[in-house]
């Protein structure tokens, strides 16, 4: 079994940057596709960016694309997420995710592995 935890979240004003980290735990997480997600209060869970085993092919959302950057650190089973220039609709919940079958899914039926979530509020 895979445990994730994610932390780093906080309140950050608009313009501001935060950089979340999922530490995963119980096997190595280096040859699974890892991704990140959010939900905001009323909403559905939705697609951040996602990150290949291999090469660290990267794919991100339209809303997040050229302000957030995904990473990972297979030496720690480690990944990140660098949010820069956030805005207050990035505000929601931030879940880390992590999936064994290399599936490259945008859908969160993607993923076997969940972390609990690190809140993200940012304030106008």
């Known amino acids: 079994q895979v445990q994730l935890v994610e932390s780093g979240g906080g309140l950050v004003q608009a313009g501001g940057s935060l950089r979340l980290s999922c530490a995963a735990s119980?096997?190595?997480?280096?040859?699974?596709?890892m991704a990140w997600f959010r939900q905001a209060p009323g909403l559905e869970r939705e697609f951040v960016a996602r990150?290949?085993?291999?090469?660290?092919?990267?794919v991100y959302s339209d809303s997040v694309k050229g302000r957030f950057t995904i990473s990972r650190d297979n030496s720690k089973n480690t990944m990140y997420l660098q949010m820069n220039s956030l805005k207050p609709e990035d505000t929601a919940v931030y879940f880390c995710?992590?999936?064994?079958?290399?599936?490259?899914?945008?859908?969160?039926?993607?993923?076997?592995?969940w972390g609990q979530g690190t809140q993200v509020t940012v304030s106008s």
């Open positions: 995710a992590a999936d064994s079958l290399n599936r490259l899914s945008r859908r969160v039926q993607g993923y076997n592995y």
């Open positions: 119980g096997r190595t997480v280096s040859t699974y596709t």
């Open positions: 990150i290949s085993w291999s090469l660290s092919y990267t």
